[in-house]
Structure formats: C-alpha cells, structure tokens
C-alpha cells in the first residue's frame, strides 16, 4: 500500500478510504474538494505502468474506454498526474459506485443463485455487444469477479465495471 489517505491531489480530491490494491492500481474513495461529493480514484504508480497500457499521448488507455460512456462503465470525472514524497502517480477520478465487486458479493453470501448469475451474465453480453458493434470495436481483456460491481443505487441492480486497464481496441497489439 502507497498509504496516500489524507493527502491532497492537485487541490482537487481528498483521499478517504484505502478500498483496495489490485495488479495494476490502488483503488480509493475520495472527496471532491469543491463539491463535497465522494469519488472513486484508481492510482497508478508511473513506475509500475507498463508501456502497452499507455496510449500515444502518454495517457493511461482505460481513459479513452471511459470516455466512450456506456452505462456500464463509470462516468469519468477526471485524470491527471501527481507527486507524493518523491513517488510519482496518475490518477483516474470517477464517480462512486454504490455497490460492491461480484467476488466481495460471493465472499459474503456464498455462490450466486442461479437468477442472479444469469442476470449478470446476461449483462455481460449485453455490454460486449456494445463493445464489439463499434466502428473500433473494443475487447474486454482481463475481466474478473473483481472488476465487475454490482451498482446497488438503484432498485434493479446492475453491473458496472472497473479497472479498464486491460481493454483494448480490435486493432491494436496485445
């Protein structure tokens, strides 16, 4: 952990809680500084990004996925670069999930029953469709229990995903 709760970034977001540390990103909920809102930020070390996840501007390649905006995906706020100490980070603010990760889902309740796992899978396919149908059709690479939420905001629960790291656009080398 890069114990960054408490700090400042950019006087813009406040770091809240520590949520959790995946492969690529440490995920945290923060406060919008301006409008007292809680946010979700990935954080990304730049030492620890590999070059394939990084576009031709040098921005992290989940942007442009976030920035297609399907319903499946959380709206993006925004992104940029910050120091802490002499470590150097990117960031992705989005807007805050109300729910939890299929695999939390799982940890706390035992296997799905069978109306929710086709619930989501049918979800699942609905999003690939959307992905798939675009004029640069996108692949959903790397998908896991972990970066599928379940959004619990509303009365019919849907999925979300997070972490977009690993999409990628048909054309490209992966």
């Given at each position: 952990?890069?114990?960054?709760?408490?700090?400042?970034?950019n006087?813009?977001?406040?770091?809240?809680?520590?949520?959790?540390?995946?492969?690529?990103?440490?995920?945290?909920?923060?406060?919008?500084?301006?409008?007292?809102?809680?946010?979700?930020?990935?954080?990304?070390?730049?030492?620890?990004?590999?070059?394939?996840?990084?576009?031709?501007e040098?921005?992290?390649?989940?942007?442009?996925?976030?920035?297609?905006?399907?319903?499946?995906?959380?709206?993006?706020i925004?992104?940029?670069?910050?120091?802490?100490?002499?470590?150097?980070?990117?960031?992705?603010a989005?807007?805050?999930?109300?729910?939890?990760?299929?695999?939390?889902?799982?940890?706390?309740?035992?296997?799905?029953?069978?109306?929710?796992?086709?619930?989501?899978?049918?979800?699942?396919?609905?999003?690939?469709e959307?992905?798939?149908?675009?004029?640069?059709?996108?692949?959903?690479?790397?998908?896991?229990?972990d970066?599928?939420?379940?959004?619990?905001?509303?009365?019919?629960?849907?999925?979300?995903?997070?972490?977009?790291?690993?999409?990628?656009?048909?054309?490209?080398?992966?």
């Amino acid at each position: 952990m890069w114990d960054l709760k408490g700090i400042e970034i950019n006087n813009l977001y406040k770091v809240d809680h520590f949520i959790e540390k995946t492969n690529y990103c440490e995920i945290y909920t923060a406060t919008d500084i301006t409008s007292s809102k809680v946010i979700n930020l990935s954080i990304y070390k730049n030492s620890e990004i590999a070059d394939d996840d990084l576009d031709q501007e040098g921005n992290l390649k989940e942007i442009q996925f976030l920035e297609i905006g399907i319903d499946a995906f959380p709206k993006l706020i925004t992104f940029g670069n910050f120091s802490n100490n002499s470590d150097e980070f990117r960031y992705i603010a989005t807007e805050h999930i109300a729910g939890e990760s299929v695999s939390d889902r799982i940890k706390r309740n035992g296997p799905l029953d069978d109306y929710d796992t086709i619930k989501i899978t049918l979800q699942l396919c609905e999003v690939g469709e959307k992905l798939h149908n675009r004029s640069k059709p996108v692949l959903i690479n790397g998908l896991s229990l972990d970066n599928i939420m379940i959004d619990m905001s509303e009365d019919d629960e849907k999925i979300r995903f997070r972490n977009l790291i690993n999409m990628r656009l048909l054309n490209e080398n992966f």
